[in-house]
């Protein structure tokens, strides 16, 4: 009796325990699903964990700017690269022109240096015919100034004192006669006359001859004509006596003159009194005898 409470107790607890697991089946079935969950949430080497990144607002507006940067970045490449492309035409050209530029300088270097060298040739051809040619105008110039000297000596008046002789009179009073003539071919107008005798302790005379006086014939009557001639006389100072006079005895004349076409002329005339000859020589040379 004992033993069949025994079983039937046993029974009861068996019966007790599979309910119990019955309903405890679900519960321990949903762990271990949610081990397995976790475990496959954590990856293994069979199945490895993945991970998804959503990305947030932020990322997308950034990687928008970067998509749009490099698109700018594409552009700004590309026009570079066309810059540099054109640079390198231009560059190019440059080249070429300035290899042509060279080629002419070059040949303009060359033509100066000829065109200088026939320059300097001409130039010293021309330097020598100039001094050949100055040197026929200089003949030209010196035969046409001579002609001019010859016409202007020829076309003016010559004056000049001649016939110059003493005159002693016994009664009468002495002097010594001469004669004005224009020995040119044009008139002479006289400005100033200077004449006298004079005595003197030396060889030449101590002072030129005084200016003639208001009434004096050629102070009258001052222009000769061509070849025109007069006769004149000039008498002694007082005390001087030309013949007995033991000092010497000058008489001088100094004639200024102009023409119709010149001016400026001048003649003097000197003569010492010759004691031996009785008569009045030249005297002086040129110093006291010219004609300008």
Known sequence: MLTVWRTVVLLGVVLLCGVSSSKEHPNTKAA?????????????????????????????????????????????????????????????????????????????????FIQARVTKKTADQQAKDMQVSLGIAKQSADAASATARTLVSSQRPYIYVVKVS?????????????????YGELPAIIEKLQVGISTSQGAEPDDPPIFATFDHPVVLSPVFLPSEDREL???????ISVTR?????????????????????????????DKTSKNFVPFGGDKYSYTK
């Open 245 to 273: 006079e033991t000092r010497e005895v000058f008489f001088q004349v100094i004639i200024r003159y102009n023409g119709p076409i010149t001016t400026g002329h001048e003649s003097a005339f000197c003569w010492r009194f």
């Open 166 to 182: 003493h005159v002693e009179h016994e009664i009468l009073d002495s002097y010594t006669q001469y004669t004005i003539v224009n």
């Open 233 to 239: 006389r000039e008498f002694p100072p007082g005390g």
């Open 32 to 112: 271990e699903t949610g081990k397995n969950s976790e475990a496959e949430q954590r990856g293994s080497d069979s199945n490895p964990l993945t991970i998804k990144i959503l990305p947030s607002q932020d990322a997308e507006s950034n990687a928008a700017r970067e998509e749009q940067y490099k698109k700018e970045k594409v552009v700004q490449d590309q026009k570079l690269v066309d810059a540099t492309e054109e640079l390198r035409n231009s560059t190019e050209s440059l080249v070429i022109v300035t290899a042509i530029l060279a080629f002419f300088t070059a040949l303009l270097w060359v033509a100066t």
